[in-house]
C-alpha cells in the first residue's frame, strides 16, 4: 500500500522559508519520480517542482531560483526547499510519486505566505 505523508507546511511572512518533507512507503523509492504540485484557492493544480529516479530536476518557472528540490533514497523521503516566499505561494502542496504509469499522492499540507 502506497502511502505518502508530507510535513513542513505552515504560515510564514513574505520573504520567508519554509522546508516541505514528503516520506515515501509502499514503494521503489529510488527507481521512482517524485514531485511537488500546489493549489490554489480557485486555480487548478499545477507542478512545481520534480526530481526524477536519476536525479534530472524540472522547476515551474515562478519559483526558479527560489525553490529547490531534493531526493533522499536512504530514508525515502524528498524535500522542498522553499526560500524568498511570496503570498502568490499560497497553496495546498501535494507530494507526488509516479510509477509505472500511475500517480499516488500526499493529503496535502497548507502553506500560508502573509503579505
Known amino acids: 500500500q502506497v502511502a505518502l505523508v508530507e510535513s513542513g507546511g505552515g504560515l510564514v511572512q513574505a520573504g520567508g522559508s519554509l522546508r516541505l518533507s514528503c516520506a515515501a512507503s509502499g514503494i521503489d523509492f529510488s527507481t521512482t519520480g517524485m514531485g511537488w504540485y500546489r493549489q490554489a484557492p480557485g486555480k487548478q493544480r499545477e507542478m512545481v517542482a520534480t526530481?526524477?529516479?536519476?536525479?534530472?530536476?524540472n522547476y515551474l518557472d515562478p519559483v526558479k531560483g527560489r525553490f529547490s528540490i531534493s531526493r533522499d533514497n536512504a530514508k525515502s523521503t524528498t524535500y522542498l526547499q522553499m526560500n524568498s516566499l511570496k503570498p502568490e505561494d499560497t497553496a495546498i502542496y501535494y507530494c507526488n510519486a509516479r510509477m509505472g504509469g500511475i500517480d499516488y499522492w500526499g493529503q496535502g499540507t497548507q502553506v500560508t505566505v502573509s503579505s
Open positions: 526530481v526524477a529516479a536519476r536525479g534530472s530536476l
